[in-house]
């Protein structure tokens, strides 16, 4: 608490230093960026002694994971006197990498009028671990889409397709966004198709049904059509999810009617 006490103002009462040191990893470093003091938090998160701190260079400042982009900016924020926030990543000596998110400030000791850097972090490890293993298996999850061998749609109540995991009716996915999946079904069924759509955002419940069109050399093709609705957090319909899949019929023949 000392140590906080000489660097910072002696405006800050104690009760706002021991919040801030309670709760906060906190580094102050000199215009070298060499460090003259670490509390406990920001040790035990560094998995490092204080004396294997103090006075080394600040190994978030210099990180060999970032770009010298990041440090360019970070230190022409710091020079020019203002407060630089953004997040900084280490690889520790256990091998484990951690994200912390920094706000470091430049301040002016009342001792001895030396330009020094407090640093404040916040340890966001968990969720950017979380968030790149959400990212992952949602680019598994849009990899395995992409290799179902029937079309897949992500649509508005209104039709609009939103997403779309391959080419449709000869039209290539890229140019399928943003039209209405109406516009690529043929006449004769329009009307069928979007009753039974319209039934599953109404009835908020998933609704499956056939449908057939005639294709280019004449023969009559089968599909299947699911359709599911998607809910948002307080329970409406946001979206709905369209399956179409080519089935195969299959003709019978009675065996009296094989002579």
């Not at 059509?225 to 080519?246: C, D, R, W, Y």
Request: some cysteine.
């Amino acid at each position: 608490m000392e140590a906080i006490k000489y660097y910072l103002s002696h405006d800050l009462n104690h009760d706002v230093l021991s919040l801030i040191k309670d709760n906060s990893l906190i580094t102050i470093t000199d215009s070298l960026g060499r460090v003259e003091y670490a509390n406990d938090n920001y040790c035990n998160t560094i998995e490092r002694r204080v004396n294997r701190v103090s006075g080394e260079a600040h190994e978030l400042l210099k990180s060999h994971l970032h770009t010298g982009a990041v440090y360019k900016d970070l230190w022409r924020t710091l020079k020019m006197g203002h407060r630089w926030t953004g997040v900084l990543t280490e690889t520790l000596e256990s091998k484990k990498t951690i994200w912390l998110e920094a706000t470091i400030i430049p301040i002016e000791c009342d001792i001895d009028r030396q330009t020094k850097f407090l640093g404040l972090y916040k340890d966001v490890t968990n969720l950017y671990e979380d968030n790149n293993a959400l990212l992952q298996a949602k680019t598994e999850a849009l990899d395995f889409i992409e290799s179902l061998p029937f079309n897949v749609f992500s649509i508005t109540k209104h039709g609009k397709i939103l997403n779309a995991n391959k080419d449709f009716c000869d039209v290539k996915k890229a140019d399928l966004i943003d039209t209405y999946l109406y516009d690529h079904i043929e006449m004769s069924i329009f009307e069928f198709f979007k009753k039974n759509i319209d039934a599953a955002f109404r009835n908020k419940v998933p609704n499956r049904f056939e449908t057939s069109k005639y294709n280019s050399k004449g023969k009559n093709i089968f599909y299947s059509v699911i359709v599911a609705p998607v809910f948002n957090e307080l329970g409406g319909v946001f979206s709905g999810t369209v399956t179409i899949q080519e089935v195969f019929k299959t003709i019978t023949f009675d065996e009296n009617e094989e002579e």
